[in-house]
């Protein structure tokens, strides 16, 4: 994880460039004009400098200048809505690492800024690298040897054995009697995806949908037997895509930087058909239940119920997950997956959303940040932010009343 600044004048720039940072794993610092910004480098020092060339008060140019009196290596790409010729060979003469031009895809910038934090990591890593080299030519350490044990005697120790081998007996059975069970159920399973990045997920029709933010691309797939085959890619550049819905022929996707929800055609490209904006700021995943489209917004906290059309809000509750990436409902039950917590929460449907248990698996915040989740008739799909692969969790093992963690 590295820390990056940004220096913009416009708070919604940096917004989306902060999300996508954080999306990255890396911790974001901003300052909206010069002096603040060398006086944040001053107190934080950045690993990376994101630069709007246009800035009111000293310009791009200007701070750079000021960061290479400081600091000769330190990594800064220059970001302008202009793209002035003259300006941007003069940023690049006095050592600016790259520049973007606005608007820019995700995936470019992003690309750009793991290359050169790898760069400069490798550069700073070389003692560390030979210290482990050397950790690894050596010859291990002797282990010391340990005498056998005395052996007891005599009809106390006779009985005492006896005793001990009939527990071993029975923990034996009981482990099998627990593996036979374990065995027979619907086993987890992981499936390889096409992109790295899923921000949502959808199981419709037999087919599982996944979002790539970084990619602005939809992949559909087939469940064939124990594989999971790519059918069909959709672009939808300039979309950042945060949730996504099939209603039949149609589809709603979430843009979490836009602060829109978009309703497509979905055949043969995805067209957008309508756009009405998000009823919250941060609008984190969508769902239609077959009559509406239900919408979650991290930033407040809250699900709304979307009435026909959906521009408009029927209904709204409190969140009790901080971060859903996921909704299903099964008859009054709602159940959310928490990116924050990596759990799944049981709610009930009255005048609000009552808690009925949680449940964790021990292995959702072991691997990577959950990016994306979808809750199926018999399968629950999770992704991991960077990691291409795809689990399915059987319903038997998340939703029997057995196997939740902790009921309220």
């Given amino acids: 994880m590295a820390k990056i600044l940004i220096i913009d004048d416009e708070a919604d720039m940096r917004l989306a460039m902060r999300q996508l940072l954080e999306e990255l794993g890396h911790s974001v610092l901003e300052a909206g004009d010069g002096s603040s910004a060398l006086g944040a480098l001053d107190q934080n020092p950045a690993d990376l400098v994101l630069l709007d060339l246009r800035l009111p008060g000293m310009d791009g140019v200007e701070i750079l200048e000021k960061i290479r009196k400081r600091s000769a290596d330190l990594p800064v790409f220059i970001i302008t809505g202009y793209g002035h010729e003259e300006a941007l060979r003069q940023v690049m003469s006095l050592g600016a690492t790259d520049c973007f031009t606005k608007p820019f895809h995700n995936r470019d910038l992003a690309a750009a800024i793991e290359r050169t934090l790898s760069e400069r990591q490798l550069k700073t890593s070389q003692s560390l690298y030979e210290r482990r080299l050397a950790e690894k030519l050596s010859p291990p350490p002797e282990r010391p040897t340990t005498a056998p ?148 917004d991290s930033q407040e906290q809250k699900i709304y119920w979307h009435h026909q059309p959906p521009k408009t809000i029927e209904a709204a509750f409190h969140s009790p997950a901080a971060a859903p990436v996921a909704i299903g409902k099964d008859g009054n039950k709602l159940f959310l997956l928490d990116a924050e917590t990596s759990t799944i929460i049981k709610t009930q449907i009255s005048q609000r959303l009552d808690t009925l248990a949680t449940f964790k698996f021990p292995l959702l915040d072991q691997r990577s940040p959950v990016g994306a989740g979808a809750f199926a008739n018999t399968s629950l799909w999770i992704g991991w932010e960077g990691l291409d692969t795809v689990l399915r969790i059987p319903k038997n093992q998340w939703n029997a009343p057995t196997a939740w963690a902790h009921s309220q």
């Avoid at 309703?263 to 756009?275: K, T, V, W």
């Fill in 149 to 296: 044990l005395p052996q007891g005697t005599g009809k106390k120790s006779f009985q005492k054995n006896l005793i001990l081998a009939a527990l071993a007996g029975f923990m034996l059975a009981v482990l099998t009697i627990a593996a036979h069970r374990f065995i027979n159920r619907d086993p987890m399973k992981s499936y390889p995806l096409a992109s790295k990045h899923p921000s949502a997920m959808v199981w419709s029709n037999d087919r599982l949908w996944v979002a790539d933010w970084l990619d602005e691309e939809i992949h559909r797939y087939r469940l064939e037997g124990k594989t999971l085959v790519l059918e069909k890619t959709y672009p939808v550049k300039g979309i950042h895509l945060s949730g996504l819905a099939i209603a039949g022929e149609f589809a709603f996707t979430a843009d979490s930087w836009k602060k829109v929800i978009y309703q497509h055609r979905i055949e043969p490209s995805f067209e957008i058909m309508d756009i009405f904006p998000s009823p919250g700021p941060s609008p984190s995943c969508l769902y239609f239940d077959g009559e509406r489209l239900i919408s979650a």
